[in-house]
């Protein structure tokens, strides 16, 4: 009796963690974004002195080198962006705010959060999306996170400015 308990109790537990195990192994989108952001830093002599991940998409910025990497997955192809951050004027923070009203109540939702980098020479400026409704389930602190990433670009920026003024 004990046999047959221990083999129902082994069936039951690898049917629900064999899959469990198997897709936290190979089914995250999180691991790949990484490993692809791991790969293209090494290839690109990149050292990060600040990185973040979330919701399909990571950065960093590499303040020796004055580069800013950001990566993507969408749909399950991973778009990137490696920034040369002394060809960068400015930095601006997008935010897309629908305003609704329910029940008589005037609600603002998030419907799309974007830094945008300004080139010095006019050019074309650079989208890096931090949050689309579209796209993500729900949100996470972005706005903070976007914020914080634009101070950081601007610190940056700043930095470049005053060792080309020194010199």
């Known amino acids: 009796m004990k046999l047959n308990m221990i083999l129902v109790f082994a069936v039951v537990v690898g049917a629900v963690a064999v899959p469990y195990i198997l897709f936290i ?29 979330w919701a399909s998409r990571i950065i960093g910025i590499d303040l020796k080198n004055n ?16 920034i040369d951050l002394s060809t960068i004027s400015r930095v601006n923070l997008l935010e897309d705010l629908q305003t609704k009203r329910i029940d008589g109540k005037v609600s603002s939702t998030l419907e799309n959060l974007t830094l945008e980098l300004i080139p010095q020479n006019s050019g074309a ?6 949050y689309d409704s579209l796209i993500d389930s729900a949100q996470n602190f972005e706005m903070k996170r976007a914020s914080a990433w634009k101070s950081d670009i601007q610190n ?12």
């Open 67 to 82: 580069v800013l990497f950001y990566a993507q997955l969408v749909q399950e192809q991973i778009v990137h962006k490696a």
């Open 156 to 167: 940056a920026l700043t930095a470049k400015q005053a060792a080309v003024v020194a010199a």
């Open 25 to 53: 192994l190979f089914g995250s989108n999180t691991k790949k974004l990484s490993t692809f952001f791991k790969t293209e830093a090494t290839k690109q002599n990149l050292a990060f002195d600040k990185t973040e991940q």
């Open 125 to 130: 400026p650079i989208l890096l999306n931090f």
